[in-house]
């Protein structure tokens, strides 16, 4: 194994620590700002929506630096943020410095994703992606449980901690990467006037709203497993996040195997079915831990197959595309905290399943619709990254 892989990992682990440990601490959070749980899980939506947004405004003007210096760039950005949420004493200012850690996240985490599917032969694109990868789901295990154990505001310094562990190990080992041409942002954007580009972030953008619509807000959904103990739930969490990081990694030798349209629509569907079933399945600690590991499993199954499928519509424009993929799942991200704060005013929290599993479902006809344009014969059906036995799949 490429050990650079792993080094680009370790600085996805410092992101993924961050993205996702806030919603094991939202009510922590809640009580000590006095704030309701909903204004407390738009920390999500803004990290969230300063990743999607600022990504390819950041990619282009920062175009011509080093792969290294944008790397370390954005983990002392993304550690400043996390240190002003440690010590900020209203919700402002905490919600402000969400917008500082995301746009470190957004230096940082195309960046690494790009250079990880460089480093290897396009027939090992999967695999690799899926290294990288791994250390953004991985996060979500070791992550929430410290969440769980530790009160918010040691949480965020554990996650400052990580990512300046993140940035040694970029600065000690990871070599000078070549810079790529510069690209403007009007060129970044441009695949969007693809409709197999667009579609296939389509898919991501509900798969993700839908998904992260209730883990935003998992305390207040899974209370009746947890009983409102906040071990219980970390113990949960990581449980979710253990699955997670097994579901990515076999996605990407499965994805490498049989191509990335099965792993795709398996991955939906499983996930689609797991949430409608939730306002059921969350009611007990028993049934709450195979939905969760349904949901790992395929929520972060999908994340490999999916860049999968988009380097293989255009292998020129790898890193572009990875990183808008990054911005869908983000958006989606930021739009779950509206749509889940809103929801949870108007329908019992247990009940978020259910709106997340339409999402969902909606997804897997967008999927099926980017597969159908990418198999036109005017479209370019065959990839240089899947074998050509696969571009059918």
Known sequence: ?????????????????????????????????????????QMVTLYAMSYALLSPVIAAAAAHWPRKRLLLAGLAVFVLGSVVTAVAPSIGLVLASRLIAGLGAAMFSPTATATGASLVPPEQRGRALAIVVAGLSSATALGTFIGGWLDWRATMWFVAAVGTLAAMGVAWRLRDIPTPPPVSLARRLAPLGDARVLLTLLTTWLVYSGLFLVYTYIGSSFDRATGGDARILA???????VAATAGNLAAGRMTDRFGSRRIINATIALVTLDFALLPWTSASLATAIPALVVWGVCGWGLVVPQQHRL?????????????????????????????????????DPHALGLVGAVLIAA????????????????????????????TAR
């Not at 997804?363 to 036109?376: C, F, S, T």
Request: hydrophobic share 60%; aromatic share 6%.
């Open 1 to 41: 194994m490429d050990k650079r892989l792993i080094i680009l990992a370790s600085g996805m682990f410092a992101i993924g620590t961050d993205s996702f440990v806030v919603a094991g601490v939202l009510s922590q959070v809640s009580a000590s700002l006095g704030v309701s749980v909903a204004l407390a899980g």
């Open 235 to 241: 113990g949960l969490l990581l449980l979710w996040g």
């Open 311 to 347: 380097i293989s519509i255009t292998p020129t424009a790898a890193p572009l595309l990875l990183g808008l993929n990054s911005a869908a799942i983000y958006v989606g991200v930021s739009m779950s905290g509206l749509l889940g704060g809103a929801a949870i005013t108007w329908i």
């Open 363 to 390: 997804a897997l006809l967008v999927a099926e619709w980017a597969q159908a344009r990418i198999a036109r014969p005017d479209g370019l059906a065959a990839s240089a990254v899947a074998a050509p036995q696969n």
